[in-house]
């Protein structure tokens, strides 16, 4: 099943300060991001791109959890750099309130 998430989903700062742009011995995702332009200074712009960039698309139901329905998108993502790479992200929708918030994104796998 594919659909749009709602215009109003978020992307939590900590996901972002805490997991996304910091350093991390394992799961590691602040490498292919600071490579993008993307750092921990300016950490709205990757929340903004985020929103902007993935949300328009269309995404793929994953599974159904005790928390939500879980989804995937998979596109491009254009850093402040202006280089470009395929991501992927998950994003878990509360069915009962309607909103959806990002819970990972990670480099796709190249095809």
């Not at 200074?41 to 159904?64: C, G, S, Y």
């Amino acid at each position: 099943m594919r659909m749009k998430l709602p215009a109003d989903s978020i992307v939590r700062p900590e996901k972002i300060t805490e997991y996304l742009l910091k350093p991390r011995a394992r799961n590691d995702k602040s490498k292919f991001l600071n490579e993008l332009g993307y750092n921990l200074d300016d950490w709205t712009v990757l929340r903004d791109d985020i929103l902007m960039q993935f949300l328009p698309k269309e995404a793929h139901f994953d599974e159904n959890t005790p928390y939500g329905d879980m989804y995937h998108i998979e596109a491009d993502l254009l850093g402040p750099n202006g280089k470009t790479r395929k991501v992927l992200t998950v994003w878990l929708l509360d069915t009962t309130l309607g909103q959806a918030h990002l819970v990972t994104m990670y480099p796709a796998k190249e095809t």
